[in-house]
């Protein structure tokens, strides 16, 4: 008997290991979601918001480096699913999203709720497709699905409402070819790289989430160049632990002098699986080696001597025995001399303790007169207490400063967020699809009080399916980084206050463990009470509202504007805020 258009594409997820396939129920999704519903292994995730479901599953699809699914039924929600898709895209996680369409006859004529959704989905996706027939099953599938698996990015296939029922005339297995090729440079470039490495004095590598996987070698050549290693945001997994004697913490805006440091003093920089956007925070006249499996990425942020096209594992494999051992390792040790005295600098900063001495209480004086709890101490009580195979996800904004700063990723950790979109209200849904991927695992998201509001409606998501998921909520009742924006280039601080609710109050309404923390001295308890208790767990924490993330390098430009935003604050006048 010939399947249906919707029983391939669901055999097929079966098939591919797909697990769960997050989205909003809709008519024009009937005959997918019952044919989810009569598989056994793939089951249904419904969300409240189409928006989480794209986040959900693109947060699955980077921490299992296979398919994530989406579904988003006829017009509407489809148009939900784009900002966590565009998410997944900039994250190049594999994802396939099928979104619901008018009935063939139907389109082009302007109908109730009609969206081209091939259109929509131009800029989004590298890979889009309406099936007006079901003579193009299964190939229509297999080619959406290669094209989000070998390239990595999202696919969107548009199934109309009508044609999910219908049979396929010539039915078949689906066949999937998903091998990537492991590439590496030709010996002429690779024999200039090494050259131009070995005549330089004071090497310092930049590693991002590219080099993961060739973790061996990464470390090899940081020894053989005594180079330190600065990381990017995304390369602390992997590379953050104390088995690395080389790693001198991040760049960019929420890096560390140590960091800046290595980078301005050294004369070479060789970049390994990197594309770190901020070209502000690149050495100036050094020689550059850059290492991307992506050709487009060769110099496009900062200018390269020689570029090397290829997969770093491979590369490196090929380039080490053309690398001469350093003799000089002042350059590392000065970098790691540095490095451990901010860390301890830090660490003492995150002590609740630091208050109560003479420095902590003029601090407080000036910027917590509250005694509010810091922001910094409660992200160290977490990496404290966490597991040491946690999987972290954190909002965009200052949840991901103190994260970067004063969580460790130790042990089996991984670490997750829109890093690359930027987008708010990223942590929750990203918390849904990584423990639905890893139910035994303990799974911590930082959620900003901006973020979490923005999408609060899939908590009951997670009572639903009773996912122990822990939420850690920053509650400084302020969009913090855009306050932080407008004050350092001198403008008072203006939209930025934030009339929360009682989060805890709210999440023991809808059926979660709820927990509001006020008082510094029961912090370390209380966030341990969160972490063991079952279940899904919302930990409210009124934070310190003026806290200030300082970066690696601060201007005077900053200062003075920061002075000038905090004097125009205190002025009497138009309320800032309202």
């Known amino acids: 008997m010939a399947r249906t258009v919707a029983r391939v594409i669901v055999d097929a997820l079966q098939e591919l290991g797909v697990e769960h396939v997050f989205g909003v ?36 699809a980077q921490l299992s480096g296979t398919l994530g699914v989406c579904m988003g039924t006829v017009g509407p929600g489809s148009v939900h699913l784009l900002n966590g898709l565009y998410d997944a895209a900039k994250s ?51 080619t959406a699905v290669r094209a989000a698996v070998t390239r990595g990015g999202v696919a969107v296939l548009t199934v109309p409402g009508d044609l999910g029922d ?103 920089l060789l970049m390994l699986g990197t594309d770190f956007p901020y070209r502000e925070f690149y050495p100036s006249e050094v020689k550059v080696v850059q290492v991307d499996t992506r050709e487009e990425h060769l110099g496009r942020r900062t200018p390269v001597d020689i570029g090397l096209a290829g997969d770093v594992g491979a590369t490196l494999r090929a380039l080490l025995p053309l690398l001469t051992a350093a003799t000089d390792r002042d350059h590392l040790d000065d970098a790691r001399s540095r490095f451990t005295r901010w860390t301890e600098g830090q660490r003492k900063l995150a002590d609740p303790a630091h208050e109560h001495r003479a420095v902590g209480k003029l601090r407080a004086a000036l910027d917590n007169p509250e005694h509010a709890i810091r922001p910094e101490a409660l992200a160290a009580a977490v990496d404290a207490c966490a597991d040491d195979d946690a999987v972290f996800l954190s909002d965009t904004g200052m949840a991901t400063v103190w994260l970067s700063r004063f969580v460790s990723m ?33 799974v911590v998201a930082f959620c900003g009080d901006g973020g979490l509001s923005m999408l609060l409606g899939d908590l009951m998501t997670i009572k639903t399916y009773q996912l122990p998921v822990k939420l850690v909520v920053f509650d400084n009742r ?12 001198g403008l008072p601080e203006f939209g930025t206050e934030l009339d929360n609710p009682d989060f805890a109050a709210v999440a023991t309404a809808l059926g ?14 209380t966030v341990r009470r969160a972490l063991a208790t079952p279940g899904p767990v919302l930990l409210d924490v009124l934070t310190n509202p003026e806290e200030i993330s300082v970066p690696p390098k601060p201007t005077l430009a900053q200062g ?19």
């Open 25 to 60: 129920v809709g008519d024009a999704l009937n005959p997918l979601t019952e044919a989810i519903r009569t598989t056994e292994g793939v089951d249904w995730v419904g969300c409240r918001h189409e928006e989480v479901a794209a986040f959900a599953a693109g947060a699955r």
């Open 92 to 142: 190049r996680a594999p994802v396939l999203a099928i979104c619901g369409q008018v009935p063939l006859a139907e389109i082009g004529s302007d109908y109730f709720q009609e969206v081209d959704n091939d259109l929509l989905f131009r800029d989004v996706a590298i890979h889009r497709a309406t099936v007006t027939s079901p003579d193009q099953m299964p190939r229509a599938l297999e």
């Open 166 to 268: 219908q049979e396929v005339p010539e039915d078949r297995p689906t066949r999937f070819a998903l091998d990537r090729a492991v590439t590496r440079p030709d010996d002429a470039s690779l024999a200039r790289a090494a050259e131009l490495l070995n005549a330089a004095s004071r090497v310092t590598l930049l590693v991002g989430q590219g080099a993961r996987e060739a973790r061996a070698e990464v470390l090899e050549t940081a020894e053989l160049l005594a180079a330190p290693m600065v990381l990017t945001l995304k390369a602390k997994e992997g590379f953050e632990d104390t088995d690395n004697p080389y790693q001198v913490g991040q760049t960019g805006l929420i890096g560390n002098p140590a960091a800046a440091h290595a980078l301005e003093s050294g004369d070479a």
């Open 410 to 442: 130790r042990g089996q950790r991984r670490l997750l967020g829109s890093y690359n979109l930027g987008s708010m209200a990223n942590a929750m849904p990203q918390a849904i699809g990584a423990q639905l991927w890893a139910p035994g695992r303990q």
């Open 478 to 489: 302020r969009l913090g980084m855009v306050k932080l924006e407008q004050e350092q280039v």
């Open 512 to 525: 979660i463990t709820g927990i509001r923390l006020t008082d510094p001295d029961d912090l370390e308890e």
């Open 560 to 578: 003075w504007g920061f002075t000038v935003a905090k004097a125009k604050e205190m002025l009497p006048g138009r309320s800032s805020n309202h």
